[in-house]
Every structure is written in structure tokens, then in C-alpha cells.
DNA sequence: ATAGATTTGTTCGTATGTATA
DNA sequence: GTATACATACGAACAAATCTA
């Protein structure tokens, strides 16, 4: 799993980005209980927009991955709660 | 006018679309001074992509029954801006 | 208590690519 | 060949919830 976008890939962006960030959950690289990096961290990081962002993030919350809060941040979820 | 898209009509989606949305603004369904409901709601109600709710909205903008808003939404224009 | 900053949520604007009729 | 229709992607502005000084 390359960290960072293929853009000539046939995957779109945000599948590609939703599966990198599902990785680094998976693999404890960020913790459940603790909020992942904001969406401007991950526009910058990756070189995509917010919109591309948000819809990582949704996969990720369909995922249970994550659980979005508004005005908070996107909550990471422990194990048991992945599907 | 049926409420629904005709999808076997001759027509196009995106002048049905208008044309029944028209007809709700002028039955006094949608306020003059209100927001019609959002680009998602029409997506959705009537099975169509956003590309299609917003070329209907386009035909709404130019005959003067409503105004685009960035940021806010679509307002519903009261009958003396119609045209 | 509140005023401002931060962060996600919402919505319209625009461009591009693909498929279809 | 052209126009419709769909989807992704980027941009800009506004709204709401939360946090902080």
C-alpha cells in the first residue's frame, strides 16, 4: 500500500485515499478513542481537495472506521466496530 | 403534470425536471422568499444526477422564477420577476 | 458569559471524462 | 457529430457545533 495518490491510477482519488487512512487505522498508526488530522492536513499531505477528503471520510464512517462529529473532528473507532 | 420524470418521453430529464418544479413554484408550493429544497433532494426524489438538477435550475434562473445563491441555495422569486 | 477561532457540514460554481442516444 | 446524462474532482462561500482564551 504506496502512501500517496496515484494519479494515473484507474482507482478514483478518494477510494485511494479512504483505503490509505483505513491502513494506518488498521494498523494502530492512529489510535481508537483519538481524532484523525483534520481535513486540511490530508488536502495538503495529499494534494487533493476537501470534497476528495470528505469522501474518504464517509467511507471510512460507512467502514466504522471513524465516526464524524461535527465541530469536533473524525472520531477513530477500535476494532470491534470495523465492518 | 405528473410529478415524476417520464423516463421513456421525448423530452429531456432536465426540462421535465423544470417543468415540474416551475409548476410547484407557481401553484405557490415553494414561497417566494424561501429556498427551494437542496440539489440532493431533487437527486434523490427524482432519480437524476446533480448535472441534471442544475441544468433544470438553470432554466428556472432564466425564466426568472428563482435566484442562485453560492453558498446558500436556490430562492424562490416572487411572480413579477417571472418572465 | 461571550467573543473569536477551529472544525466539520452544507450548498452552489466550474471543469473534465465517459457513456449513451 | 452533438447533446444529454452521469460521476469524479476542485473551488468558494456560508452554516453550525465545539472549543478556547
Redesign the pocket.
Known amino acids: 500500500m504506496p502512501d500517496e495518490i496515484d494519479r494515473v491510477s484507474e482507482q ?4 485511494q485515499l479512504a483505503a490509505i487512512i483505513r491502513a494506518r487505522i488498521e494498523r494502530g498508526e492512529y489510535e481508537p478513542g483519538t ?2 488530522p ?3 492536513h490530508f488536502m495538503q499531505h495529499y ?6 477528503v ?2 474518504a ?1 464517509e467511507e471510512l464512517a460507512r467502514s466504522g472506521h471513524i465516526r ?7 472520531l477513530v473507532l477500535p476494532p470491534q466496530d470495523w465492518h
Chains 1, 2 share one sequence.
Open positions: 478514483w482519488f478518494f477510494l481524532l484523525l483534520r481535513e486540511p494534494g487533493v481537495s476537501r470534497g476528495t470528505r469522501k471520510a464524524r462529529i461535527k465541530g469536533r473532528g473524525n
